[in-house]
């Protein structure tokens, strides 16, 4: 074999590879979208079908040769062709560990979930959906114990979500928030709380609202030649190359803010995506590099730009050009206090700054409970309320806004949670390090988010996944990772917003 | 190899066709509704590699053997099974006469076609899309003559959309239409015109119209929780199993008139589909046997139920419940008088019944032109303008309401046409035999149309393709194909309407 012959056999089976994820991606996408209910059965063939031929080719003894070849010549490989080599044969090692049929079946258990868990929610139906949560978390131990077996299974999946994370690293990440959250929840509770009822009580039609989505697309600068936007019953962001993303969000006709903060989060996500280096496409290093990562971006523009004060001001005029009735006599500053109210509520997705982190450690805490044993499935939906009354001082009245909000388990995304503090903690040292070069609030002010969106680019998207996710932030802002920026962060805001 | 092993290796070889026409079907659906425009390539991309493996699949040496093991003991199988064998074998035979490259090269020229025709159809653009048009004939002649060599090619290309169709019966077929409708259009054209000036002037909000659409489809009895509705340029159907089946429309807010006969024309080739019989889920049995069987229930819905006089009565009061502003005042005979309203017109797909023949005989005798040479694909604005003031005798004033309008040749559906007149004809045959035992408008004027769906599903939906076209309808009708009663149909209805 010579280089070109093995870089040959590696790009063509590269190439197959994305396709058959494409495909995939697009049937799930359509089972979310437009899909008529009775449609999964048949779908969870064709995926089942289709991630068969991938695991097929991804596990190939003609691939693994050419990618072994080329490992053992990798001095003579430029640095982006030696990095996607060491990709692969990462990600090789773990799908070759699972048995065919195991890692087949998986996919056709998580189709049959998605469609279970839909349900099980707007009935409120826990039991139906209990038996797949089991098969998901059983499997993916058994997975995590194929790949690793001497390793803590939990601490193999924090780790494919985010390389190198452990349980003892997110315990403390977690310690070092709680520490300085539940105090300043605390203080915040004291106070008067924001008075944000002007928004409620009136119907904010979805039609309107579909228009307030491309508008606010269009602020962030997302290219909606490359990027459509779907409704779904929990937003997400799907990508299938770089001239091709989808955002979702989901209406609610009696609060506008919810579907807004919907857009503007998978927005962030699908920048990442939509700005992922041209030198990469095609290969196994486009698009972001981890779950943390993406969220560290999706965050930022839903909280650190718009959440932020000239954001609201640049946006509201036409907001209330949009629902003139709905918003008549409301001002800039009441919308800017109303979408930083800070109060323990049910819903993760429409939490605020402050008590989101508090959101993910309950889920953060189950899961580890459910792959050590110490939690078993038929308890989560008690589990769940008495930790939500623990860390937020609520009762939940119903496992639909409980135990079965989130989609996440049953699309098989479990260990994907500690994600979203840890972005939001990513992006808060980001915001600290582009402030040293960037006016940020006044870029915001001034419309042209341009001179945020360069510095993302530059420091983050472009890269795809170049380097792993921690090298990659470090590399941003020049310092290892410290949580304090985005505790200094939530302290400074709310203390304002709040006059503690 | 026995008959057990040669069967198994035939049903899961179909099942991967299956699962990998499922695939692409969904990406060209996507294609066609949520995906951003420069989405295109990487579609392609992947569809050239489905197809592909769909090409391998459908030629390999095992499946082929496979097949004609059982051929050859046919006596021992099920009719079904039989059936089945000879019409892979029939289509195996067109696949495998086309080279791989050739094959492939079709797919992914379609889904660029599709982009192009999109932009050129709003800019009405003809010099953009004609070298596509040109690909796009060029390569069906090229097929045509790989498949059968010694037959005219277009012969070839009707007799892939309805088996046994030739251009002397097609022909013979527009002529006894002709002789028929041109002296009749010329009567009803010399009376005082129908006022339909009613409905123009107002807005009708996309939003309302979308609850018409659920309504239409409730009515004519489509199961949603097996049907989804899309929105696209050009209203079409598609299908993937019998729980799976997808229509769409195309809203235009000054006339509702428009999506709803949409609605209820691709309403109708869903009822086909998802009514097939259940013993042939899965195999190549299953949905509508030929174009112009889906044609004449398609449009059996639209014009012989949704036409009539009852179905207008039905649904009136809805369509008043919902337009309250803008239809105030008047009756449903207006409606239905206007819903009839006979004049030739720019658009096939906005056709009232008595000229929409005429659209597809301008259409077919085109494509005859550019099958044997005698027509350029340069000179189609020319000609098809030409052929419009001789039949229609209007004057096109862009290629947008011109050769530009539909989306059958950037799909690939050269040949198609004719089935949409062939489709009305049989559907006319098969609505006289019905009126031998249902009171049909009676059924209408009930508003529980089961006594037509049932007729239809046990005389055409559930048999799939277990019979040829023309076998079927005759099986149905109980009398050879006889285009009389389509012209009779007309002439009764047009003569009533416009009191000749």
Redesign the interface.
Known sequence: MTIQEAKTIFRANI??L???H???G??S??GA???????A???G??LG??SG?AYEIETSKELLEAANYLKAHSGELSAQDAREIEVFLRRNEYTASIPREEFVGYVTLLNKADAVWHKAKLDSDFAAFAPLIKDIFATNVRFAKYYKPDQAPYDTQLSRYERGLTMEKTDAFFNALKERIVPLLKKVMAKPQIDDSFIWGKVY???IQRKFTDYLLEVITVD???????ETEHPFTTF??K????VTTHYHEENPVYSMYSVIHEGGHALYELHSGDELEGTLLSGGVSMSVHESQSRFMENYVGRSRPFIELIFPKMQELFPEQLKGVTAEQMYLAVNKAEPSLIRTEADELTYALHVLVRYEIEKGLFDGSIAVEELPRIWNAKYKEYLGIDVPDDRRGVLQDSHWSGGNVGYFPSYALGSAYGAQMLAKMKETVDVDAAVASGDLRPITGWLEAHIWKYGKLYDPMELLEKAVGAPFDPKYFTDYLEEKFTRIYNL
Do not use: Q, W
């Not at 001239?243 to 989808?246: E, G, L, Q």
């Open positions: 190439a197959k994305k396709a058959l494409h495909a995939m697009i049937l996408f359509d979208t437009g899909a008529p209910a009775e449609s059965e048949g779908r063939k064709t079908y289709l031929c039609p979805t039609e909606r030649n490359r990027c459509g936007v779907g299938f190359n001239k091709d993303v989808r």
